[in-house]
């Protein structure tokens, strides 16, 4: 009992370290805190939340989505876990994923006026996908420029 709380302390104090890093744009220097932190209490979804944003920061989009769905497993109640998870797949352009992401965040925080903001952006996107998707040829019925002219048509040229 005495080493669990001791770990959860220092977890904590390392916590302090790694968002001092953060903002510092020490990154990488974040990530290896925020590790550390989870070593000692992989229980608390604020550490995977917060090293699922740095990852973001470096464009590790994967490893972002990784920890925020860890996040998201410990306390499915904990709305920055959505949030991280969502920016990183908005990032990848995987729209519909984020868009269920931040459809959780709103509804878990709707007071929230980023979370509006991120989600009215996603609602926006999905529709133009929408769109593209409904005006797209198929693969099978697409024609080059030069295959659709007919040169036997075309009288002599005369100048």
Same mark, same amino acid.
């Not at 959860?8 to 968002?19: T, Y």
């Not at 269920?100 to 989600?119: E, G, M, R, T």
């Given at each position: ?16 370290? /790694? &968002?001092? $890093? *953060?903002?510092?744009? !020490? ?9 550390? %932190? ?10 995977? /939340? &917060?090293? $699922? *944003?740095?990852?973001? !920061? ?9 920890? %925020? ?91």
């Amino acid at each position: 009992m005495e080493t669990e709380n001791s770990n959860v302390s220092r977890a904590e104090e390392i916590k302090v370290l /790694a &968002n001092e $890093a *953060f903002k510092a744009h !020490k990154y990488g220097q974040a990530i290896d805190l925020y590790s550390q %932190a989870i070593e000692l209490n992989g229980d608390n979804a604020v550490y995977w /939340a &917060n090293r $699922a *944003f740095a990852h973001s !920061k470096l464009e590790e989009y994967g490893s972002a989505i990784q920890d %925020a769905s860890k996040a998201i497993e410990i306390d499915p109640k904990y709305s920055k876990g959505y949030y991280r998870r969502g920016a990183a797949y908005l990032a990848m352009g995987k729209i519909r994923d984020a868009l269920k992401d931040f459809q959780q965040v709103k509804k878990l925080c709707p007071n929230d006026p980023d979370a509006s903001k991120k989600l009215k952006e996603c609602e926006k996107a999905v529709m133009k996908l929408k769109f593209e998707e409904a005006i797209a040829v198929p693969e099978s019925q697409r024609r080059s420029v030069a295959e659709s002219i007919d040169f036997h048509s075309i009288g002599t040229w005369t100048f």
